[in-house]
């Protein structure tokens, strides 16, 4: 019999202003809005999270899965005791550590070694903790010879690896990992997915949001899918993420966000729109596997941006990546386009005949400066499907195996000799 | 697993109206006040070419100016001890409380990326901003010992008392930035005001002159500010001047009181929201 880990109960929080940041005020703000609100009664406010409840059980992996806005952050929030409810309850059973502070109150002027025990600290850890898992923590980070640097001179990559180390050191009763996942290098994020699985067998409980499916199927066993701060559904993890990628995302082949779904963080970069083309140019939800199609990204910039570039992922419905690409890989394209000035933009990918098999795709979006930052993602910006009258092979009424069907060429030749083909020469 | 090992429950739920102190989270978390406290002190003087001489050349330059000025230029008396160590002996828990005051009131805004990702008691971070200033302030008084020895001024047996003054110079610049740092997170007004604040509180204080200047009706006012206290007491015990501690120190002490309890009550009422408003 396991025992409940955590256990939420109509969890509920209000945000004020309609905003899921209510920015502060200054006092003159406060005085000449108390002259307004005589005239209109201000009631404006959103539910991030409304009426939520659900029960982890110890040593469960749970997934949590949601569109940009949909409340999973608050709901993090809300467990690591950032901020306050606005209704409901949650008890927790231990210690819960969050992999969505990776080096929260790091400072760059204090030295590797000095961090590790600020942010450990910050995270919860006594003095003694921290120095028996120093070594180890340092060997994960692979800083050694750093250590005793200011941070400020430290890569990007070994800030990262040191800050996640921490974190993955704290064996908090329950873990909650929040699409730290999306950052570092790929032999990074095999590792971090490695801690994850570690602390999992280790019989701790684990939250895991991410947008990534392939991870979410890899590491859960149930997941929850929130939308609009409300519990859509609990299910096995391959029901849940199918549920989740075909449920309002099909919007005639096109997305247009929405401005809760565009965090601030993204500015000056403001996503409008992106949308699958047809071999004609019509807005379309389904495409021919035999006929080129166009996917656009529309967008604005408020401001130049410098070494701009914006792609797109082809994903299949159970997450596994088929390509990455951006409008700047071409180096021609790359080299005129390293300032972008501020306007409205659409990035235009063609994608060739015959390459993607029948069935159900999700394009994700990205907008980055290489190694600066990252505008804005959305993983699962768009569903469209393929359809595959007319490919090769169709004379069968069979399912292709594969996410591609190139049209091929093959050769039949009779072999005359009857001796191996290849012993000839 | 013993009963010791299981791991304790936590009840998450919206509070409502005046929160209780949870001073048990504030102990369990100690190793933090700890924590911060050695981060301001090592960061403090990172990339200066001074180092921690800025500890004493502030004071130190401050009272330089004062005696040139009011004690050389306007003749302001000083109860009969040399201008200069007249006002430096008032600097010191001055200094100690004015950066104190300044630190701890903008903490929790300068720390916003913490306090929205991690949850600690936030009255920490006001805390350790007022405690890294004693370090400074240690260093400082060594500086008037010296002062102390050229002067020829032998301290009275009065040293007793410093310590509790010190105290109390802390605790009200905990009190009074308990409430202007939660105002901070939700009006940068004070940010603004900080600056003037100071200022005007150094005149209300008894540092460039006296408190014998002080007509004796206006006395009771002026004692309801808690540094008048920690200043003349400073100089009773350190040079023998003016009276020992008496209704002044009282008045002082009661006020510095007052301000940091609801101070800690209007802080424990706002952090609630810190997280989303900061």
Sequence with gaps: MSKIAIRVEDLGKKYNIGLPVVKYQTLRDKISESFKRREQVVDDYIWALKEVSFEVKEGQVLGIVGRNGAGKSTLLKILSRVTEPTEGLVEIRGRVGSLLEVGTGFHPELTGRENIFLNGAILGMRREEIQSKFDEIVDFAEVEKFIDTPVKRYSSGMYLRLAFAVAAHLEPEILVVDEVLAVGDAEFQRKCLGKMSDVAQQGRTVLFVSHNMSAVLRLTQETLVIDHGQLLLRAPTPEAVDFYLSTGLTQEGQKIWNEDEITTAAKPFQPIAIRVLDKQGVVSDTVRSVEPFVIEVEYELEKSVKGLRVGIYLMTTRGEYIFTSFDTDDISQYESHTVRPAGRYISRCEIPANLLNEGRYVIGMNASTYLIKRYFQDDQALLFNVDPAGAPGMQWVETRLGTVRPALKWNIEKNESGKLHHDKK | ?278
């Design chain 2, 1 to 278: 697993m013993s009963a010791m090992n299981e791991p304790r429950t936590i009840v998450i739920k919206p509070s409502t109206g005046w929160a209780a102190l949870n001073l048990k989270d504030l102990w369990n978390y100690r190793e933090l006040i700890y924590f911060f406290t050695w981060r301001d002190l090592k960061v403090r003087y990172k990339q200066t070419l001074l180092g921690a001489s800025w500890a004493i050349l502030q004071p130190v330059l401050t009272m330089v100016v004062f005696s040139i000025f009011f004690g050389g230029l306007a003749k302001v008396p000083s109860d009969g001890v040399p201008y200069p160590i007249f006002s430096y002996t008032a600097l010191l828990p001055w200094t100690l409380f004015s950066k104190a005051l300044q630190d701890a009131s903008r903490s929790l805004v300068s720390s916003a990326n913490i306090i929205s990702k991690v949850y600690f008691p936030r009255l920490i971070l006001p805390l350790s901003s007022t405690l890294a200033g004693l370090v400074d302030f240690l260093i400082a008084f060594a500086v008037l010992l010296l002062m102390m020895v050229f002067y020829g001024i032998k301290p009275t047996g009065n040293l007793w008392l410093l310590p509790l003054l010190v105290l109390l110079a802390l605790i009200t610049a905990i009190g009074v930035s308990l409430w202007l740092s939660a105002l901070n997170v939700m009006y940068r007004d004070v940010g603004h005001m900080l600056p003037f604040l100071n200022q005007f509180w150094m005149y209300i204080t008894p540092i460039a002159y006296s408190s014998s200047l002080v007509p004796e009706e206006w006395r009771f006012i002026y004692a309801l500010n808690p540094l008048t206290g920690v200043v003349e007491g400073f100089r009773w015990a350190l040079l023998g001047t003016g009276e020992g501690p008496g209704i002044t120190l009282l008045i002082s002490s009661c006020i510095a009181f007052l301000i940091t309890i609801s101070g800690l009550f209007y802080f424990r009422r706002m952090e609630r929201k810190f997280a989303d408003v900061v």
